[in-house]
């Protein structure tokens, strides 16, 4: 058995029970920062290199977080909201 071989069945071990959509590489487990969840999580990486907080079921966390809302991005509000980079006012 060489490093290779080890390395992936300890990860395997330590995410044994999650689902973890194709593509996607585990980084962390923690939990929810909601006070009215708390539910445990996985952060991962999509494959576009975001970072995305999973359920156990391989469902993002944000589809079951009674509050997402809290943790979602404000959109900025000025001339080029909405707009193609292409067609953004310099």
């Known amino acids: 058995m060489n490093e290779r071989t080890v390395g992936v069945s300890a990860l395997a071990a330590r995410?044994?029970?999650w689902t973890i959509p194709?593509?996607?590489?585990?980084?962390?487990?923690?939990r929810c920062r909601a006070e009215?969840?708390?539910?445990?999580i996985l952060w991962a990486h999509t494959p576009a290199?975001?970072?995305?907080?999973?359920?156990r079921d391989g469902t993002p966390h944000f589809a079951t977080c009674p509050e997402a809302e809290?943790?979602?991005?404000k959109?900025?509000?000025?001339?080029?909201?909405g707009r193609r980079r292409s067609d953004r006012v310099a």
């Open 15 to 17: 995410y044994e029970g």
């Open 49 to 55: 290199g975001r970072h995305i907080p999973l359920d």
């Open 22 to 30: 194709a593509g996607y590489l585990p980084e962390t487990i923690g």
């Open 75 to 81: 959109r900025a509000d000025g001339p080029n909201r």
């Open 36 to 40: 009215a969840c708390r539910a445990v």
């Open 70 to 73: 809290r943790f979602r991005r």
